[in-house]
């Protein structure tokens, strides 16, 4: 019964999905570890005092090195929650762990190997430092990481289709 239950899960690729799914849940537990510090690094706070702007059109016009897009999130993000901190970190993180499944359906979609795509998902999920420190600060890097898997995916998908 058991052999058949698993047999379901990988025909269904409900294993793969549940596998990945564990990964982005293992992923938001290192990262949690970081949310809600006592206080923000410098560079934080610049994104912070860009996004106090009294309007939209105040900050979207500011010459920083932010990309809009992120500064509007951020900017919605710290008018929804009120934990100060933890409005800053929210968009960042929630970046840092989509990127994670898109990279492993990137990876698949290059290769046609899903081992070889969760060994790349789960390198990414574990990067220490560039990835799992970098998607707690209130800066734009996993939304310029995302933005770029994203790119790429697009990129995979369109060339596909011209290859057909």
Do not use: C
């Not at 990414?124 to 970098?134: G, K, T």
């Amino acid at each position: 019964m058991y052999s058949k239950l698993l047999n379901r899960l990988k025909k269904d690729g409900l294993s793969e999905k549940l596998a990945l799914f564990g990964l982005v849940v293992f992923s938001f537990i290192l990262r949690a570890q970081a949310l809600n510090p006592p206080a923000l690094w410098y560079d934080d706070l610049w994104v912070g005092l860009i996004v106090k702007a009294h309007t939209i059109n105040d900050f979207l016009f500011v010459k920083a090195a932010y990309p809009p897009l992120f500064l509007l999130l951020q900017f919605i993000s710290i008018k929804l929650i009120p934990d100060k901190e933890v409005s800053a970190q929210f968009f960042p993180i929630l970046f840092g762990l989509i990127q994670i499944p898109l990279f492993y359906f990137l990876i698949k979609k290059i290769t046609n190997n899903k081992w070889l795509a969760f060994l790349g998902a789960m390198i990414l999920a574990v990067s220490a430092r560039e990835l799992i420190v970098y998607s707690t600060r209130a800066r734009h890097y996993s939304f310029d990481s995302l933005s770029t898997i994203l790119l790429l995916f697009f990129y995979v998908n369109f060339l596909s289709k011209q290859i057909r």
